[in-house]
């Protein structure tokens, strides 16, 4: 595996929330260099939306010496809008492609069947999937033409300003027309519930002869986690059941009741997650890939909490447990209110929301000039990358 990787969100934005409320460049310059230099990482996914922020940290990764995949990525907007986006994020990756030929890929979009407009009814990813016509339009292929005629107007965008190597992050789905780019990119993540499917889908892509990276895999923090793979942050919705007496919709309700609970709350298993990550390492590796992405690093605005009921870093695929900080904490509990409310039409209570936030401006103990602290995902991760 040539490429090891891992994904790097620089504020990435859905239902009007930033991924990353407080965007500080000297914690983004550290943070590149802790994945460099003791994850042991040679390339990095630089996501988000804001072209500032992406140029910035992208620039940054680039002078440490990492390869870099520049991820542009805005959702829940109409064709027209992203393809205008997707352009301007071209012209910026050429800039940044001159200054360092042949370390920058330029990916078009992720999963856009899921995340954009005009393909599948509905104005967020969740009406989407709730769409009752959804799953079996999957299975005919209804959605990959529509997919793959934007995608041919976002290849010939791309490359009429940027002249390096491009991809698309498909999700397993959507049957992409990857003669259009250089890589075959796909966020994959295993789920033992229906690990044949998942044994199938990696050996097809591999036998196809284009070059694999697996731009997203990962698991959450909780024991259950390995079960639902890439929907394993669906339990955000059942800690919110639990202790607001809410009612969560039946697609979300049906998932998360395999997951076990001690007291009414969810297990943290830090254990877990690294043993599978590890794993799903060395099954990637073996199968011939090109490269992966662990998903994720950081997220900041799901803060590690003592108390399990509120722990959202449970539902956090990152490598390390952040803490609240004092510049986002107010405005994470007004994102997730708003987002509650659009999702689950419900108005959450600010009080409860506040317990969710947890020890406000603390740091960790082996980066102490961080506002998170290493899980043990982040030495597996670590300790595999260096040994290969």
Known sequence: MKRKGVCYDVGRAMLGGDWRPNYNPKVVHRELEIIKNDLHCNAVRICGLDLER?????????????????SPEMWDRNQEETLAYIEKAAVVAEE????????????????LTLF??????????????????????????????PLNNFL???????????????????VPFERVDWNLFDFL????????????????????????????????FGCCTYQGAEKLGGTGFMISFGMMEDVMNLKVPKLVSEMIKIVPKIDGHYIRDE????????????????????????????????P??????????????SLVKSFAEKETADAIIEQTRKQAKEILGVDVSV?????????VGRHGTTYPDMTWEPKGSFRAVANYYSKH
């Open 54 to 70: 992406l140029r910035t940290s992208v620039e940054d990764a680039l002078e440490q010496g990492l390869e870099v995949w520049m």
């Open 96 to 111: 940044l492609r001159k200054r360092w030929p042949g370390r920058l890929v330029f990916s078009v979009g992720s999963e």
């Open 116 to 145: 954009m407009n005009d393909i599948v009814e509905g104005k967020n990813v969740f009406e989407r999937m709730n769409n009752p016509s959804f799953w079996e339009n999957v299975r005919t292929g209804k959605y990959n033409e």
């Open 152 to 170: 041919r107007r976002a290849n010939d965008a791309t490359r009429a300003v940027y002249h390096g190597q491009v991809t698309y992050f498909s």
């Open 185 to 216: 990119g796909v966020d994959l993540y295993r789920d033992s519930q229906r690990e044949d499917i998942y044994t199938r889908t990696l050996k097809y892509l591999v036998g196809t002869g284009k070059p694999v990276v697996i731009g997203e």
């Open 271 to 302: 254990g877990l997650q690294a043993r599978d990550i590890a794993d799903q390492l060395s099954v990637l590796d073996s199968a011939g890939v090109e490269g992966a992405f662990v998903q994720t690093f950081v997220v900041p605005n799901s």
């Open 304 to 317: 590690y909490v003592e108390d399990p009921r509120y722990d959202g870093d449970l539902a956090n695929y």
């Open 351 to 359: 009080d409860v929301l506040r317990k969710f936030k947890g020890e």
